[in-house]
């Protein structure tokens, strides 16, 4: 059955009549919404005069499990689960009061495989399981419709095509969707990433995907492009002196490194290889015999990216870290034990900050103009700072560096009457505190770093009184 629809162009009557479909593990959640459905039910009556209509195309990966052939979905699974979901919906709400006999014979032939799918399918995400529920019963309620003719059911269902693509080696299949996409539709940057290191997986390690990708996957779409776009670009690109105002596709490639399976690795990849195996060593041998914790890999966020499995675990390890420490200053979201202090005790990472340092955040989280788009722009460009400081130094005399790194960076704020992305990208690169920080040997090294004073001539920006009393009360306003 495989030989016979790759590289092919099939209905979809024939696609959901295969019998050996499957989403394995690893794919992302189930994400299209009631919007993505009602599209594709718009274009069925935009487009039915035609005498076939074009859907896009599914890659498959095709294996041996349990003595049978399967074919995993690679790319396309948002696609197929719809048209399965809306199949399902025309058996339930319509069958029993079609009149041609042609479309009622094709969704009854059309119901034992997709049953067969759903009995053998697990969806492990609470993400899938609410969008499928809630587009099936948006389906439902659009083919009972008197408008939704059989005219539309057979124009779904034989007319209606996509194109099939079926590769042996998961590696190649990736790579497939990766070249496709970079060169078709407009995906995230993220998907592309994620595509690369899933098939940079080493061969030993390919039963370990579903675990590396689950917390890649239980994120928003939202959250991976902030958390790239935002934080490891621009702290990565500005700490080797680049340009870092916007992460787009043509800049994937500075989070693709080394693979450690490869023979002949130059000597600087050694301390990754050492680390790499000694860390899965230790949790594997010595974990539960001698001291029951578990050591996580050490990253850093200038370091060379390992692809594969340790790209997934840098990702939930930053996402993890910055959330803590961004998401919950500017929330407000501390633990203060009295929010409406200024004087409150604010803590990073359970460390806690002595009062000027508290007082810094606390102001940066509560100041009337902080939703300016250019105050966004020094806020991510402070926040940014503060994170690289942490990731070299931890929490090793952070209350300085909060002072130093606020000063540094909202003096480009106070300065300009209007901040945009290039203003910022250009004071992170011509006064480099994250070269200096990539550079430093000791705290010392970054808070020994001289800043000038403001004179009130030197500033433009309106209506940051709160920010323009710290810079007094630190005497870096004269």
């Not at 540094?408 to 505190?433: F, I, P």
């Given at each position: 059955m495989s030989k016979q629809i790759d590289k092919e162009i099939i209905t979809v009557k024939a696609l959901l009549s295969l019998p050996n479909l499957s989403i394995p593990a690893y794919q992302r959640p189930y994400k299209w919404s009631q919007t993505n459905l009602a599209d594709l039910l718009s274009d069925l009556?935009?487009?039915?005069?035609?005498?076939?209509?074009?859907?896009?195309?599914?890659?498959?990966?095709?294996?041996?499990?349990?003595?049978?052939?399967?074919?995993?979905?690679?790319?396309?699974?948002?696609?197929?689960?719809?048209?399965?979901?809306?199949?399902?919906?025309?058996?339930?709400?319509?069958?029993?009061?079609?009149?041609?006999?042609?479309?009622?014979?094709?969704?009854?032939?059309?119901?034992?495989?997709?049953n067969s799918f759903l009995a053998r399918q697990t969806f492990n995400s609470d993400i899938s399981h609410r969008n499928l529920h809630q587009n099936f019963m948006a389906a439902k309620r659009a083919v009972a419709r008197?408008?939704?003719?059989?005219?539309?059911?057979?124009?779904?269902?034989?007319?209606?095509?996509?194109?099939?693509?079926?590769?042996?080696?998961?590696?190649?299949?990736?790579?497939?969707?990766?070249?496709?996409?970079?060169?078709?539709?407009?995906?995230?940057?993220?998907?592309?990433?994620?595509?690369?290191?899933?098939?940079?997986?080493?061969?030993?390690?390919?039963?370990?995907?579903?675990?590396?990708?689950?917390?890649?996957?239980?994120?928003?779409?939202?959250?991976?492009?902030?958390?790239?776009?935002?934080?490891?670009?621009?702290?990565r690109n500005w700490a080797q002196g680049k340009s870092a105002q916007y992460f787009n596709k043509s800049k994937v490639g500075l989070f693709k490194g080394v693979n450690l399976d490869q023979v002949g690795l130059y000597p600087y990849v050694e301390p990754l290889r050492i680390a790499h195996h000694f860390v899965d060593n230790y949790n594997g041998q010595y974990q539960r015999h001698i001291d029951h914790q578990n050591m996580r890999f050490p990253f850093h966020l200038d370091q060379m990216i390992i692809n594969g499995r340790r790209f997934f675990e840098m990702t939930s390890h930053y996402q993890h870290k910055i959330n803590e420490i961004v998401s919950d200053e500017r929330s407000g979201k501390s633990k203060a034990k009295n929010s409406e202090d200024k004087s409150q005790t604010i803590r990073i990472l359970d460390h806690e900050l002595e009062p000027l340092a508290s007082n810094i955040l606390h102001t940066l989280n509560t100041y009337r103009s902080r939703t300016r788009t250019g105050d966004g722009y020094i806020r991510t460009l402070f926040d940014c700072a503060v994170i690289f400081y942490l990731d070299k130094f931890g929490a090793h005399q952070l209350s300085q560096a909060i002072e130093k790194?606020?000063?540094?960076?909202?003096?480009?704020?106070?300065?300009?009457?209007?901040?945009?992305?290039?203003?910022?990208?250009?004071?992170?690169?011509?006064?480099?505190?994250?070269?200096r920080i990539k550079q430093a040997v000791q705290p010392s090294d970054v808070l020994n770093w001289p800043l000038g004073t403001l004179k009130a001539s030197d500033c433009k920006g309106t209506k940051l009184s709160e920010i323009t009393k710290l810079f007094k009360d630190m005497k870096y306003y004269e």
């Open positions: 009556k935009v487009y039915r005069e035609k005498s076939a209509y074009r859907l896009g195309s599914v890659v498959f990966h095709k294996h041996i499990d349990s003595d049978k052939e399967a074919l995993d979905i690679v790319d396309g699974q948002q696609r197929t689960l719809t048209l399965l979901l809306l199949v399902k919906a025309l058996f339930e709400e319509r069958l029993n009061s079609l009149k041609r006999q042609d479309v009622k014979e094709t969704l009854i032939t059309l119901t034992e495989p997709i008197s408008d939704f003719t059989e005219a539309d059911i057979d124009f779904l269902l034989n007319r209606c095509e996509v194109v099939t693509f079926v590769l042996d080696d998961v590696s190649e299949a990736f790579q497939f969707f990766d070249s496709q996409n970079a060169r078709g539709r407009d995906l995230d940057p993220h998907d592309l990433l994620k595509a690369f290191h899933l098939r940079e997986f080493s061969q030993n390690e390919s039963q370990l995907k579903a675990d590396s990708v689950r917390h890649w996957e239980s994120l928003e779409s939202e959250q991976l492009a902030r958390l790239f776009a935002n934080y490891l670009f621009r702290i790194l606020f000063i540094w960076a909202y003096s480009c704020r106070l300065q300009m009457q209007v901040v945009g992305v290039e203003r910022m990208d250009k004071h992170a690169l011509t006064q480099n505190v994250f070269e």
